[in-house]
């Protein structure tokens, strides 16, 4: 999928050649400290950063060139750190924007968007997956961080992507919301694949079918996360660090 | 942005409406002409509002598109005598193409740098006007601009002005009304909350922005066309900087969050402009009072008084923006 990706920042390079290849339905997470180049990495396959060296293609398709637009349009899906909503409209509102966002409705004046059934079954779907069908009518404004994050996924799904890149999804919740958050990502459809940085260790081996993990801007290790727990190498860089 | 919420409301609207219906019946001429300045002034304050309230974009260009329907009804009408509904039609066309073309520059810019571009393209065309005397003869600007006789019904007349006037107006709104509750309203408000989410989303953001700018354009121009046949005459001060202040004046008055809000704050407004100026010379100073307790007392809008009668409300989205706008000076 992305083969010998790089990105330098000045003299820095954040990423030497980084090959990442994930299977279609696979739920892969990328960990490493910080600085590791997760991120950026993160960054160069939704688009927002270009890569130095090296290619990416999703399903396939080379879109080393292409803009986030595009990438979104080939079903490329993300959620962002920190939470990008519509405040001050409805959770619908919020999901039926996803849910419409290539379909070509907003040059439409006179007609409602609430007669728009398939759209809106859509976001009522991608709402039931996220546990945010009772609060389809309330202000994103007025909602938990915990729900504005399980909102932040709803987003991507609502979008019907091929493939959801999740940044850090459980930045900043509680114990219990990391274990609402982790217990629906894990139950959505394998349909979709999943790329995840997170820093919570619990809720990428919990949620992981396989990690790889950088250090550095390289790949310094890949495998279950049985494996991952017990790799030496990762325990040094890594896991040492935090259960030292 | 609810029409109506129950009967009794309906019963309501429907007895506000037959007596706007029948105000000339009742009601002076004066007071009819008052009602015929609160549609204009309307008209260029739904403009003003809209962008607001739906886009989250305070644009001081408006009263440059209210005056510029004035200036072609007044150089194609009563200087070349073009019949109507051509000079009407040529204005809204004007309108449209003044508006795409600021509207294709402005639309690069947010918040602040929109604001200050606003108010540089709306100064440009005051200070065109006031210089120009070969087209737009100056301070002096255009006379004897009357509304036309169609079908026989003579718009010359007050109480047949009015009710076409009543008429545009309620079209005007119903328009807008449907507007805000389409996609393209949806979309709209997305881009009021967070535009580069609606960018990443794929939506085409600068476009959106540019239709929703040549809309409320259309609305000041209809206003601007209203206006010069009501008062027969158009000049630079129609389109002067005190005039656009006003007019978001008007607009925070009533609130530019709520849908009736512009409404609301232009009736209001003109209305404490012929009552205090009826008292005393010094009536601006007063009005100036007024608007100053409205905005301490009542930030969102004399229609919050409404709503926090029904809930604990929170920030409005003009409230956080201009907060927001504060900040981003820092």
Redesign the interface.
Known sequence: MATSLSRNFGGVQAVRSADLKVPVGERRALIGPNGAGKTTLFNIITGELAPDAGKIEIFGIDITKKTVQERAKLGLGRTYQISQLFLNLTVEENLFLAAAADQGMEFHFLSSWRVRSKLIQWAHRSAEQVNLTPYLSQRVSELSHGLQRQLEVGMAIAMRPRLIMLDEPAAGLSPSERLILAGLIKGLSREVTLILIEHDMEMVLGIADWITVLQRGSVIAEGVPSEIRTNQKVQDVYLGTIYA | MILWKDRRQLVLEAIAGGLLILLPFYAGEYTVTTFVRIIYFGFLALSVGMLIGQAGMISLTQTAFFGLAGYVIGLLGAERDMPFPWRDLVAIGAVLVMALTFGLIAMRTHKIVFLMITLAFGQICWAFAQQNTSLLHGWAGIRGIRPPTIGGINFNQTSNFYWASLLIFALGIF?LW??A???????L??I???P?????????VYW?RV?AFLIAAVYAGVGGILATYNTGIITPTTIHLSRTIWVLLMVILGGATYFWGPVVGTAIAVWLDVLISQGTVRYNTVIGVIFVMIVLFLPEGVLSIADSLGEGG?LS?LR?LLDRKIADKR
């Not at chain 2, 509750?181 to 979309?187: D, R, T």
């Not at chain 2, 580069?196 to 085409?204: F, N, S, T």
Request: charged fraction near 20%; avoid cysteine.
């Open positions: 328009v449907l507007l509750k389409s996609p393209f309203g949806l979309a408000n997305g009021r909350e967070n580069r989410r609606m960018a990443a989303l794929g939506y085409p959106i239709v929170s989205p956080r």
